[in-house]
Nanobody, 127 residues
Framework: QVQLVESGGGVVRPGGSLRLSCTAT????????MAWFRQAPGKEREWVAA????????FYGDSVKDRFTISRDNAKNTLYLQMNSLKPEDTAVYYC????????????????????WGRGTQVTVSS
């Protein structure tokens, strides 16, 4: 059974940092590319960042480029998202997911559909 568990969210002031984690079980972790998504109140879920199965290739959405860093530790079946210089518009529930393919294509990631989702972790950026 596929299980995705996100953690590390919280309340932070603008300009602050957070590090999110995602543990994935039920599949061979390094068979899959991994991605982060987020959903703000009243908005559709949007793709944030993705990394290839080995972590060597990384791709970011325009809104988080140069502020967020995606990484993974295959030995721990864990995906990370280091978020720096946080803005109020980063407020959302953050989710991770697995994908058989990795592409440098925002449209690809933005239109992906998955059968499984975790509960997500809430990130609130507010002064």
């Amino acid at each position: 059974q596929v299980q995705l568990v996100e953690s590390g969210g919280g309340v932070v002031r603008p300009g602050g940092s957070l590090r999110l984690s995602c543990t994935a079980t039920g599949r061979t972790f390094d068979d899959y590319a991994m991605a982060w998504f987020r959903q703000a109140p009243g908005k559709e879920r949007e793709w944030v960042a993705a990394t290839s199965w080995n972590g060597y290739s990384k791709f970011y959405g325009d809104s988080v480029k140069d502020r967020f860093t995606i990484s993974r530790d295959n030995a721990k079946n864990t995906l990370y998202l280091q978020m720096n210089s946080l803005k109020p518009e980063d407020t959302a529930v953050y989710y991770c997911n697995q994908d058989r393919q990795f592409h440098y294509d925002a449209k690809y990631w933005g239109t992906r559909k998955y059968d499984y989702w975790g509960r997500g972790t809430q990130v609130t950026v507010s002064s």
